[in-house]
């Protein structure tokens, strides 16, 4: 199946136009090779697409923008998903006061991509990812990478790491010790008292102000994609035909219990798709498709 493009009603500049066909086409880079872990695999599991609308008030459907979401469901991603969209309108008063430079004007621009992967093996670390560009009477670029295993692997945690290291030194140094922090603070469970996950990299608020700074925080973000593809599937490879037992399952289980709590209570894009008229399954696709709490 051809991976649809969301209709954009209204005109986009040549800023907004270029970010959103990279994560377009990053996104179709990602599932061709999810697919083709699963053919490794042995199994024929494709991702499905399903556009949708954004529906505002005051606003008819598809005027606002949209986007398509993606989902596979196979023999080594228990449940991956692969969203993207571009969506325009103006932001409800209380909410637009909490968003960086929507306070005195509440009409907004959003485009980019998110992507959560539940594995089935539990050796397999699950994974989160998205990148995003914003304006309003700002604009600037935001996301990150970071990897969820319910059974860490030390090796996998420096391979991930590494790579998104690389990615971030090659365009300024201070950048990975910066937005490794930012993800150890911003993917916490403060009710648990533990972090989601093994971290990685979280940024935002990269503003362009003019095009010398759109284009150097474009290519970083262009960067972390490339990154993103570069250090995650050879961990699936590596992972995903070792042995499991019931107990490691059950780990899982727990461990997804956990990653629910934080996109539900604290995952700020969670809360910015509901608040924007955004798809509510594309929203919640982050969702695992089982978890336990004891």
């Not at 010790?177 to 469970?189: E, G, L, N, Q």
């Not at 593809?229 to 727990?254: C, H, K, N, Q, S």
């Amino acid at each position: 199946m051809t991976n649809p493009v969301p209709a954009v009603p209204f005109p986009l500049d040549a800023r907004q136009q270029a970010a959103r066909g990279w994560f377009e086409s990053l996104r179709d880079r990602i599932c061709a090779e999810f697919e083709t872990i699963e053919r490794e695999a042995g199994s024929d599991a494709s991702f499905t697409y399903t556009a949708w609308d954004r529906e505002a008030e005051g606003q008819a459907p598809g005027e606002g923008g949209g986007g398509v979401r993606g989902v596979m469901k196979g023999r080594i991603f228990e449940k991956v998903g692969v969203n993207i969209s571009t969506v325009g309108g103006e932001f409800a008063p209380a909410f637009a006061q909490t968003i960086h430079g929507a306070a005195d004007n509440p009409a907004f621009f959003a485009t980019g991509i998110s992507l959560v992967a539940h594995m089935a093996n539990p050796h397999v670390p699950a994974v989160h990812m998205n990148t995003r560009y914003l304006v309003t009477t700002k604009s600037w670029f935001g996301g990150g990478a970071d990897l969820n295993p319910p059974l860490p692997r030390e090796d996998d945690t420096a391979h991930f790491h590494a790579v998104l290291k690389e990615a971030c030194d090659a365009h300024d140094p201070d950048h990975y010790p910066r937005f490794k922090a930012w993800a150890d603070d911003y993917f916490f469970i403060p009710h648990r008292g533990v972090h989601r996950g093994v971290g990685g990299i979280f940024y935002d608020h990269l503003e362009c102000p003019d095009d010398a700074a759109f284009d150097a925080n474009f290519a970083f973000t262009r960067a972390v994609g490339d990154a993103f593809l570069a250090a995650f599937p050879p961990i699936v490879r590596r992972r995903m035909g070792e042995d499991w037992t019931d107990a490691d399952y059950a780990t899982m289980l727990e461990w997804r219990g956990r990653y629910a709590e934080f996109n539900l209570v604290h995952d700020r894009g969670t809360l910015f798709g509901l608040k924007t008229g955004g798809n509510i399954d594309a929203i919640l696709m982050s969702l695992p498709p089982m978890a336990s709490w004891s």
